[in-house]
């Protein structure tokens, strides 16, 4: 549904974290706004568990770590980032952040 005019330039960069992964940093932060304000709130497991359930990145990037989406008529880069275990430390971030950033910025640069 996008205009071709973006998808051409577009690029696609998907953090990969397990869904259980995701739905403990989800009550981590939780835990921590709570902390702060009455007001916090989050999503119920059952509607996290229902919208979630299904992840197709796999089927979609037919398990590659990096490569092409066929877009219509058009081919998308893309790259999938590895973003666990969690991590805070600058330096592994980087490391994690410039690897999938660089192999997206090869994939990009291609004529």
Same mark, same amino acid.
């Given at each position: 549904?996008?205009?071709?005019?973006? =998808?051409?330039?577009?690029?696609?960069?998907?953090?990969?974290?397990?869904?259980?992964?995701?739905?403990?940093?989800?009550?981590? @932060?939780?835990?921590?706004?709570?902390?702060?304000?009455?007001?916090?709130?989050?999503?119920?497991?059952?509607?996290?568990?229902?919208?979630?359930?299904?992840?197709?990145?796999?089927? =979609? $990037?037919?398990?590659?770590?990096?490569?092409?989406?066929?877009?219509? %008529? =058009?081919?998308?880069?893309? +790259?999938?980032?590895?973003?666990?275990?969690?991590? $805070?430390?600058?330096? +592994?971030?980087?490391? @994690?952040?410039?690897? %999938?950033?660089? $192999?997206?910025? %090869? =994939?990009?640069?291609?004529?």
């Amino acid at each position: 549904m996008l205009d071709p005019r973006i =998808l051409e330039r577009a690029a696609v960069f998907y953090i990969h974290v397990s869904r259980e992964e995701s739905w403990r940093r989800n009550v981590a @932060r939780y835990q921590e706004k709570l902390r702060h304000s009455l007001l916090a709130h989050m999503v119920p497991r059952e509607t996290y568990d229902f919208f979630y359930d299904v992840n197709d990145w796999e089927e =979609l $990037t037919g398990g590659e770590p990096s490569g092409w989406l066929d877009v219509g %008529a =058009l081919r998308v880069p893309f +790259v999938t980032m590895n973003n666990e275990p969690e991590s $805070t430390d600058p330096a +592994v971030l980087e490391e @994690r952040y410039a690897s %999938a950033l660089g $192999t997206l910025w %090869a =994939l990009r640069s291609q004529p």
